[in-house]
């Protein structure tokens, strides 16, 4: 949170002195509050939402300035501005621009400061649509060049590390199941939740910008529900599993041969879909878990409330693989 703002408090800074720094240096700008102002409001934690309040800007300032100058033509003072103000809100939900209603009045109350309503012309709203203009591709161009957000990329950064962090645990599982190493201690769920957590705020900021489409074609509301499902039940295939014995090993049994074993082909299965895979899950069989608890002395009850928890884990992680290859 803490880098996120000093990331948007530096943007803005720097977008500010440059879009000043021009304006005093070309002369071209008669009024600099118009650009440093359009900096402000477009300035957004992200290029993409800069894009759209850029052109929501630009468009409220179009429509402010042509009906606030076509009703001083007749009206002046607050009755123009309240005349303005009634014809401008129906004409940009006619037009589609709901969302520049607050530039657009913004605009007509600013164009009171004109000492002399004389001066409201047409050359002065098209001088204040460029000045506005320029402070736009200002914070837009800042926004591209310095500290990008790139939030699709950082989106699939996030799927990556968790998937890979199912795929390490489940090794030291199988390691462990092995004989190659000790019992690891399951994943904590806050660190799981974390991530998930950061993924669909991502999703949702996204989703209001122009990858909006593309977010949707790659269904990411429902992945992030089936990585929400593969959360649960794997905290809860942990937690089944953390009770078992450690004489699950092969090498712990006389004559013990893991070949049949189920719950190592359960982890096989979990390692293929977490890698891509779409192998579909066998149909619920007690009849290894059986033999396995014969074989080993186990009690039966732990084995099968794994073998029950392990079937809609694997469901979740097939549906999840379809869906992301979408």
């Keep these: 949170m803490r880098s996120a703002l000093l990331r948007n408090s530096l943007r803005l800074g720097v977008a500010a002195f440059v879009t000043a720094a021009l304006s005093l240096w070309f002369e071209r ?20 939402l800069s894009l759209q309040a850029a052109k929501v800007r630009v468009f409220g300032t179009i429509t402010g300035g042509l009906v606030t100058f076509l009703v001083h033509t007749v009206l002046a003072g607050w009755q123009g501005v309240l005349v303005s103000l009634l014809l401008m809100l129906p004409l940009l939900r006619w037009l589609g621009w709901q969302s ?16 002399s309503h004389v001066a409201l012309n047409w050359d002065y709203v098209f001088n204040r649509t460029l000045d506005t203009a320029v402070g736009c591709v200002i ?31 489940l090794q030291r599982q199988r ?41 949707q074609g790659q269904r990411w ?51 293929a879909l977490l890698q891509g895979g779409s192998l579909t899950a066998p149909a619920p ?12 002395s186990l009690p039966l009850l732990p084995l099968l409330a794994l073998a029950q928890e392990q079937q809609p884990l694997l469901a979740s992680l097939r549906s999840l693989s379809l869906v992301a290859r979408c």
Excluded: C
Excluded at 29 to 35: D, F, N, T
Excluded at 144 to 159: A, H, I, Q, T
Excluded at 195 to 201: G, I, K, R, T
Excluded at 285 to 296: E, G, H, K, S, V
């Design 285 to 296: 069989d007690p009849r290894p878990w059986q033999a396995l608890a014969r074989q080993r």
């Design 29 to 48: 700008i008669a009024y600099v509050w118009y650009p440093m102002l359009a900096v402000v409001t477009v300035m957004e934690d992200g290029d993409d």
């Design 100 to 115: 520049a209603a607050g530039t657009a009045t913004l605009v007509s109350l600013m164009f009171l400061m004109i000492p």
């Design 139 to 169: 914070a837009i161009l800042v926004g591209l060049l310095f500290w990008p957000r790139r939030g699709v990329d950082r989106l699939m950064r996030l799927e990556l590390g968790l998937r890979n962090g199912y795929i390490a645990q």
């Design 221 to 271: 509301s429902q992945r992030l529900q089936l990585w929400a499902a593969v959360q649960h039940h794997w905290v809860q295939w942990e937690r089944l599993l953390a009770g078992l014995p450690d004489r699950l090993r092969p090498g712990s049994a006389p004559g013990g041969d893991g070949g049949n074993d189920p719950l190592a082909a359960g982890m096989a299965r979990i390692g």
């Design 175 to 215: 390691d462990w199941l092995e004989g190659r190493g000790e019992r690891p201690l399951p994943l904590p769920p806050a660190q799981l939740s974390h991530d998930l957590v950061a993924m669909e705020q991502l999703v949702a900021l996204e989703r209001r910008g122009p990858h909006g489409r593309r977010l």
